[in-house]
């Protein structure tokens, strides 16, 4: 995929959609792993620095609500954290899957289904690992707010179409490798409001939409949608449509 890795700056960034992955390796950043474990008891607290994902929460449903019948599907989320968007869409009547690979944060999630009520299967395994155990089986797969902290993005993407029915739906939501989204994410959100931690995002690791197409082109899936996704920290107000300069989401579908 063509991502910049660290330690190349956005000019000379480049490469190709074929995972750099060998058998034996989990596609996993140790360090990045370690960051989000240590949010895990804070997750769920819309006050906390998960507080923009909480924000975002309700728009992202709504993207995949709007492309995809979820009562009664099979839907797999990717990354899925503490379970804000495995929640959000079990509430809508989806059998949902939640993996991710910080064990801390699955703990976190099934702690939370005692509070919520609701039906979520969580496990701890990568994306890659469960597509050699289900393929084919999930109606839509969610992927958002992840791609942009693994070594091989494409290497998940791959997994994803693996996963999908035929005709299934793949969703995604990552950050642009631009100027813009240098300065919001990371200069803005992280070091001038402290929104995040500082050292959450990795500019060298934001994707540009026409990479990310290259990458669902290569796994064998059609694009269908790129949507800009805003946010006022402000407001606390979210949007989509527009610009994709900051942040955006993505619908591509597995052909029949």
């Known amino acids: 995929m063509n991502v910049s890795s660290p330690g190349q700056t956005p000019d000379t960034a480049g490469g190709n959609a074929a995972s750099s992955l060998s058998a034996d390796q989990v596609n996993a950043d140790p360090a990045e792993l370690a960051k989000f474990s240590r949010l895990a008891s804070r997750w769920w607290d819309p006050e906390g620095e998960s507080r923009p994902l909480h924000d975002l929460n309700p728009e992202r449903l ?18 899925c954290g503490g379970g804000l968007l495995s929640e959000a869409m079990a509430g809508e009547g989806a059998q949902v899957t939640g993996i991710d690979l910080s064990n801390e944060l699955i703990d976190v999630a099934r702690l939370h289904l005692l509070e919520s009520g609701r039906k979520v299967d969580y496990r ?10 289900m393929p084919g089986h999930f109606d839509a797969v969610t992927c958002m707010e992840m791609l942009e902290h693994v070594p091989d993005p494409g290497s998940v993407i791959a997994a994803c179409a693996s996963l999908l029915k035929p005709g299934g739906r793949l969703f995604l939501s990552t950050l642009n490798r631009t100027p813009q989204a240098f300065a919001l994410a990371i200069a803005g959100a992280e070091y001038v409001m402290r929104l995040l931690p500082v050292g959450t995002h990795d500019y060298a ?16 899936l059609t694009l269908e ?27 591509a579908v597995k052909p029949v």
């Open 62 to 79: 709504a993207y995949v609500r709007e492309r995809c019948t979820l009562a009664g599907a099979q839907v797999l989320d990717i990354g």
């Open 124 to 133: 701890c395994i990568s994306a890659e690992a469960l597509a050699q155990q």
């Open 205 to 220: 690791r934001f994707i540009r939409p026409a990479e990310l197409a290259q990458a669902l082109r290569a796994a064998g």
């Open 225 to 251: 949608d790129v949507s800009g996704l805003h946010y006022n920290p402000f407001s606390r107000r979210t949007r989509r449509g527009g610009s994709t300069a900051v942040n955006y989401l993505a619908c």
